[in-house]
């Protein structure tokens, strides 16, 4: 009061007043706008955001990123169920809880976002949107896959695993532990990948950033496949220390990069390391400072490495390979299991004179169906289930191998064409109808599997998703007289290739017949086990 | 002359009943022979009367009448026919010849030659059969139950009978070892019951394995068959598929794996071009069970090489 009389003759002069109106209104104003903390005087972004940003983008205009979702914040248009990363950023700094609605965060209180989380998941068929519920998910783990033969994959790849529980049965009891971990049909893997979009890998593309990166979605079991049988290589699963509501924001997080984040590709400085380091510094704010996700340019070995020693990690659990195999946490590669069929065949059938494993894979298909089958062989593996797995289990890694063969030939053949680069020189070639079957069966599916997909502001709405249930390949591209056009078209595309169209040919029959040999012995062992189970 | 004939005639009609009866008893038979049927030859009871048309003396009572007349040498065509003469009643009877048929003498030679000709067959299968043919001893076996080329012998019938089950089970046996199931099956028998081989259980037990071993090979054939057939309409298919999954996953690897340079946009082309040219419908139903059990294939090393793995239990609870 003292102050105000003393100004008193200074509020008769105009230009005073009028200045004093301009602040008391802007005043007004501010105190309408939610304002930060008291306590906050920084609008800049720290380097929490900035790590957030570069999980989505791989040159973030971080100002201009800030700006923007500060807003968002201040107006409440920051949705926490579509930019979890960003919500949970602004909660955690100015500590206001949004007060619209289902606005929440867990432990406020007011409800949360319980909607299931998107992810668009590549089985071998077809692309398809999994609606994936937090609560289900029982542990994140991070997924090392060790070094392989190639020269270019002696570091290995990480990635991570969501260990899906089944759906709660009809008395909606939960899942134990135990359930969860078996149930590999359904678990997930979400790592960072080259999204190649030609016929064969340009490792120069590779190398310099030209392709697309981003967080794929794939089934375990496919990886596992890959990486355990095809390619003998052993996978450690580690659980990240985590407590439930962690977890469950961890997820749509993992869901909102995995929808929005679109960068290049490297295999120095941009891989799979490199780019899951910087999703977990995002993605576990608090431990950011740990070093083992601070190191630049880092190599998958050395990340799991420094990960497993970086306290992130329930590490323990792999100290003990045997029993980490039993619990799920070690996949080791699947070489000692044939090895161990080899050997047993070797000594229980006669005529089997292979010198080693893969002189027996490489002998022809209908040579070694011809020795399975032999009166005494026939007789020995239906006395012996065990024997007969063997045999079963041999023949399906055969299987596996054929069908790499087959297309790394396909991939060759086609990538010389051109068919990818210049397509419509090739249509050029085709009449009218292989025009029209070359279109519909061969160019559309490639160019949906080449397009990587639009990227979104955050977790897509399900209006947003496209649906993606049908197969790449369509099924009318088998039907009437779409084969024979199809096969006018590879008829015109292998011509000056035909020595490769050989071994393509020789590949896809030592394939069928590797598959035949399947599915007898399969039926033979179903056979046995149930005259054993019914004697 | 109108006078006279009258009277011949009265003479003529009385004159057997004017004669003594002592001096003609029987009647006359005219045998008549018209157009190609003259000229033949005509027998009264087997007595050449000469060539016909002609009028024969006969006694009363029953008369056979031939007429044969040669076609070539060794055929003829013949006519007969019996007539029941009365005294002093004058018959006609006209001779339809036959179609030309072998002579009596002819039909004979023809007999004795093939007499002849079965006892030299005979005797070739006689020597045939020695060498344990099954088919010439059971002609030689027939052959002398039925006296054809053979003189009947039911003691040699029986000695054949026996040699013939002994040469049949070598057939079979023969059969056997080169795999005939059929010949298997028989061979079982004959072990059993001693037919044409010594009972020999033994023998019976190791063929009846061997038999079972080939009907599952071949019920595994037959499989192997059919399937091969369905995997020709929907394999190409598969190998599409499993291309698409093997490249893929290679495709996206974090490393450039030295053992994969493709990308898995290439996996999605039909497959089954490269290898048959049938243009073949999709079956969903064996797409499926082909699925499954490629499915299995990821669980299938690691639960067989380790069932206390992890993956042991989750192959488990699928197969559940």
Same mark, same amino acid.
């Given at each position: 009061?003292?102050?105000?009389?003393?100004?008193?003759?200074? =509020?008769?002069?105009?230009?005073?007043?009028?200045?004093?109106?301009?602040?008391?209104?802007?005043?007004?104003?501010?105190?309408?706008?939610?304002?930060?903390?008291?306590?906050?005087?920084?609008?800049?972004?720290?380097?929490?955001? !900035?790590?957030?940003?570069?999980?989505?983008?791989?040159?973030?205009?971080?100002?201009?990123?800030?700006?923007?979702?500060? !807003?968002?914040?201040? /107006?409440?248009?920051?949705?926490?169920?579509?930019?979890?990363?960003?919500?949970?950023?602004?909660?955690?700094?100015?500590?206001?809880?949004?007060?619209?609605?289902?606005?929440?965060?867990?432990?406020?209180?007011?409800?949360?976002?319980?909607?299931?989380?998107?992810?668009?998941?590549?089985?071998?068929?077809?692309?398809?949107?999994?609606?994936?519920?937090?609560?289900?998910?029982?542990?994140?783990?991070?997924?090392?896959?060790?070094?392989?033969?190639?020269?270019?994959?002696?570091?290995?790849?990480?990635?991570?695993?969501?260990?899906?529980?089944?759906?709660?049965?009809?008395?909606? !009891?939960?899942?134990?532990?135990?359930?969860?971990?078996?149930?590999?049909?359904?678990?997930?893997?979400?790592?960072?990948?080259?999204?190649?979009?030609?016929?064969?890998?340009?490792?120069?593309?590779?190398?310099?950033?030209?392709?697309?990166?981003?967080?794929?979605?794939?089934?375990?079991?496919?990886?596992?496949?890959?990486?355990?049988?095809?390619?003998?290589?052993?996978?450690?699963?580690?659980?990240?220390?985590?407590?439930?509501?962690?977890?469950?924001?961890?997820?749509?997080?993992?869901?909102?990069?995995?929808?929005?984040?679109?960068?290049?590709?490297?295999?120095?400085?941009?891989?799979?390391? &490199?780019?899951?380091?910087?999703?977990?510094?995002?993605?576990?704010?608090?431990?950011?400072?740990?070093?083992?996700?601070?190191?630049?340019?880092?190599?998958?070995?050395?990340?799991?490495?420094?990960?497993?020693?970086?306290?992130?990690?329930?590490?323990?659990?792999?100290?003990?390979?045997?029993?980490?195999?039993?619990?799920?946490?070690?996949?080791?590669?699947?070489?000692?299991?044939?090895?161990?069929?080899?050997?047993?065949?070797?000594?229980?059938?006669?005529?089997?004179?292979?010198?080693?494993?893969?002189?027996?894979?490489?002998?022809?298909?209908?040579?070694?169906?011809?020795?399975?089958?032999?009166?005494?062989?026939?007789?020995?593996?239906?006395?012996?289930?065990?024997?007969?797995?063997?045999?079963?289990?041999?023949?399906?890694?055969?299987? !596996?191998?054929?069908?790499?063969?087959?297309?790394?030939? =396909?991939?060759?053949?086609? &990538?010389?064409?051109?068919?990818?680069?210049?397509?419509?020189?090739?249509?050029?070639?085709?009449?009218?109808?292989?025009?029209?079957?070359?279109?519909?069966?061969?160019?559309?599916?490639?160019?949906?599997?080449?397009?990587?997909?639009?990227?979104?502001?955050?977790?897509?709405?399900?209006?947003?998703?496209?649906?993606?249930?049908?197969?790449?390949? &369509?099924?009318?591209?088998?039907?009437?007289?779409?084969?024979?056009?199809?096969?006018?078209?590879? /008829?015109?595309?292998?011509?000056?290739?035909?020595?490769?169209?050989?071994?393509?040919?020789?590949?896809?029959?030592?394939?069928?017949?590797?598959? /035949?040999?399947?599915?007898?012995?399969?039926?033979?062992?179903?056979?046995?086990?149930?005259?054993?189970?019914?004697? | 002359?109108?006078?006279?004939?009258?009277?011949?005639?009265?003479?003529?009609?009385?004159?057997?009943?004017?004669?003594?009866?002592?001096?003609?008893?029987?009647?006359?038979?005219?045998?008549?022979?018209?157009?190609?049927?003259?000229?033949?030859?005509?027998?009264?009871?087997?007595?050449?009367?000469?060539?016909?048309?002609?009028?024969?003396?006969?006694?009363?009572?029953?008369?056979?009448?031939?007429?044969?007349?040669?076609?070539?040498?060794?055929?003829?065509?013949?006519?007969?026919?019996?007539?029941?003469?009365?005294?002093?009643?004058?018959?006609?009877?006209?001779?339809?010849?036959?179609?030309?048929?072998?002579?009596?003498?002819? +039909?004979?030679?023809?007999?004795? +030659?093939?007499?002849?000709?079965?006892?030299?067959?005979? +005797?070739?299968?006689?020597?045939?059969?020695?060498?344990?043919?099954?088919?010439?001893?059971?002609?030689?076996?027939?052959?002398?139950?039925?006296?054809?080329?053979?003189?009947?012998?039911?003691? +040699?019938?029986?000695?054949?009978?026996?040699?013939?089950?002994?040469?049949?089970?070598?057939?079979?046996?023969?059969?056997?070892?080169?795999?005939?199931?059929?010949?298997?099956?028989?061979?079982?028998?004959?072990?059993?019951?001693?037919?044409?081989?010594?009972?020999?259980?033994?023998?019976?037990?190791?063929?009846?394995?061997?038999?079972?071993?080939?009907?599952?090979?071949?019920?595994?054939?037959?499989?192997?068959?059919?399937?091969?057939?369905?995997?020709?309409?929907?394999?190409?298919?598969?190998?599409?598929?499993?291309?698409?999954?093997?490249?893929?996953?290679?495709?996206?690897?974090?490393?450039?794996?030295?053992?994969?340079?493709?990308?898995?946009?290439?996996?999605?082309?039909?497959?089954?071009?490269?290898?048959?040219?049938?243009?073949?419908?999709?079956?969903?139903?064996?797409?499926?069970?082909?699925?499954?059990?490629?499915?299995?294939?990821?669980?299938?090393?690691?639960?067989?090489?380790?069932?206390?793995?992890?993956?042991?239990?989750?192959?488990?609870?699928?197969?559940?």
């Amino acid at each position: 009061m003292v102050k105000i009389f003393l100004l008193a003759p200074l =509020l008769r002069a105009p230009l005073l007043r009028a200045r004093l109106r301009q602040v008391l209104l802007c005043g007004m104003l501010l105190c309408c706008i939610q304002q930060p903390a008291a306590a906050d005087t920084n609008d800049m972004p720290d380097t929490a955001y !900035t790590a957030l940003q570069w999980a989505l983008s791989d040159r973030p205009d971080v100002p201009a990123a800030f700006r923007a979702d500060l !807003t968002r914040w201040q /107006t409440q248009h920051l949705d926490i169920c579509r930019q979890p990363l960003q919500y949970r950023y602004f909660y955690s700094r100015f500590a206001r809880a949004a007060e619209a609605g289902n606005h929440a965060m867990p432990g406020t209180g007011a409800p949360a976002c319980t909607e299931p989380v998107p992810f668009m998941v590549q089985t071998p068929k077809k692309l398809e949107t999994r609606w994936i519920d937090p609560s289900r998910v029982r542990a994140i783990h991070l997924v090392y896959a060790g070094k392989g033969k190639g020269s270019a994959s002696r570091f290995g790849h990480v990635a991570l695993q969501l260990i899906i529980c089944p759906a709660p049965d009809a008395a909606e !009891t939960e899942a134990s532990d135990a359930a969860c971990a078996s149930n590999l049909r359904e678990h997930l893997l979400l790592g960072f990948m080259a999204h190649v979009d030609t016929f064969e890998i340009d490792v120069l593309k590779g190398l310099s950033g030209d392709y697309r990166a981003r967080l794929f979605a794939s089934p375990f079991l496919d990886a596992y496949r890959g990486y355990a049988i095809d390619e003998f290589r052993e996978l450690y699963s580690v659980p990240l220390k985590l407590s439930n509501s962690q977890r469950g924001i961890i997820i749509r997080e993992l869901s909102q990069i995995h929808w929005q984040y679109s960068g290049e590709y490297s295999f120095f400085g941009n891989n799979c390391a &490199s780019l899951l380091q910087r999703a977990l510094r995002a993605l576990l704010p608090t431990k950011a400072g740990r070093p083992a996700l601070h190191d630049k340019r880092i190599r998958p070995d050395q990340l799991f490495q420094a990960l497993l020693h970086s306290g992130l990690l329930e590490s323990e659990h792999i100290n003990n390979k045997t029993e980490a195999e039993k619990q799920g946490y070690f996949f080791p590669s699947t070489r000692p299991y044939y090895a161990k069929a080899f050997t047993g065949l070797s000594r229980a059938l006669e005529n089997f004179t292979f010198p080693d494993l893969e002189s027996y894979l490489a002998t022809a298909p209908v040579q070694r169906a011809a020795m399975l089958m032999s009166e005494k062989n026939n007789a020995v593996l239906e006395h012996d289930p065990h024997l007969g797995e063997a045999a079963l289990i041999l023949e399906e890694l055969s299987l !596996t191998r054929e069908a790499r063969r087959f297309s790394a030939g =396909l991939a060759q053949m086609l &990538s010389q064409s051109g068919m990818d680069k210049h397509p419509e020189r090739f249509r050029a070639r085709l009449d009218t109808a292989q025009q029209e079957v070359f279109d519909r069966c061969l160019l559309q599916p490639a160019k949906v599997l080449a397009d990587p997909g639009p990227r979104h502001n955050g977790i897509p709405l399900p209006a947003d998703i496209p649906v993606s249930d049908a197969p790449f390949l &369509s099924a009318s591209c088998m039907e009437g007289d779409s084969p024979r056009q199809l096969k006018a078209v590879l /008829t015109v595309l292998a011509k000056g290739n035909e020595k490769r169209w050989q071994a393509i040919d020789q590949a896809a029959d030592n394939w069928r017949n590797t598959i /035949t040999t399947v599915m007898q012995l399969e039926a033979r062992l179903s056979a046995a086990k149930s005259a054993a189970k019914n004697p | 002359m109108k006078k006279t004939t009258p009277v011949l005639f009265a003479v003529l009609f009385a004159a057997p009943a004017l004669l003594p009866a002592s001096a003609y008893a029987g009647s006359l038979l005219r045998v008549a022979c018209y157009d190609d049927n003259e000229g033949a030859t005509i027998y009264i009871n087997g007595v050449n009367k000469g060539e016909c048309s002609a009028d024969v003396p006969v006694s009363a009572g029953s008369v056979t009448v031939q007429a044969r007349k040669m076609v070539d040498a060794e055929h003829e065509r013949v006519w007969q026919k019996t007539v029941e003469m009365l005294d002093n009643v004058p018959k006609r009877v006209e001779v339809q010849l036959s179609g030309p048929q072998l002579t009596a003498a002819a +039909q004979r030679q023809r007999e004795e +030659q093939a007499a002849k000709q079965r006892q030299a067959e005979a +005797q070739a299968d006689l020597q045939t059969a020695k060498q344990n043919d099954v088919a010439a001893i059971e002609r030689v076996i027939r052959r002398y139950q039925q006296g054809d080329g053979l003189k009947a012998d039911a003691g +040699q019938a029986k000695q054949w009978l026996l040699r013939l089950e002994s040469a049949k089970a070598a057939r079979v046996l023969a059969a056997a070892e080169g795999g005939s199931a059929e010949a298997m099956e028989d061979l079982v028998q004959r072990y059993e019951q001693g037919n044409g081989v010594t009972q020999d259980a033994a023998k019976a037990r190791q063929w009846r394995e061997r038999l079972a071993t080939i009907h599952t090979q071949k019920q595994a054939e037959e499989r192997r068959t059919t399937l091969l057939a369905k995997k020709k309409e929907i394999s190409f298919f598969e190998t599409t598929l499993w291309a698409i999954t093997g490249g893929k996953k290679l495709a996206q690897r974090d490393e450039m794996s030295g053992s994969t340079t493709f990308s898995f946009i290439i996996l999605y082309l039909p497959a089954w071009l490269a290898m048959d040219a049938a243009s073949v419908p999709f079956k969903i139903s064996e797409q499926k069970k082909i699925d499954k059990e490629l499915e299995e294939l990821a669980l299938r090393p690691a639960a067989w090489g380790n069932p206390d793995s992890l993956i042991a239990r989750a192959a488990q609870q699928s197969a559940r």
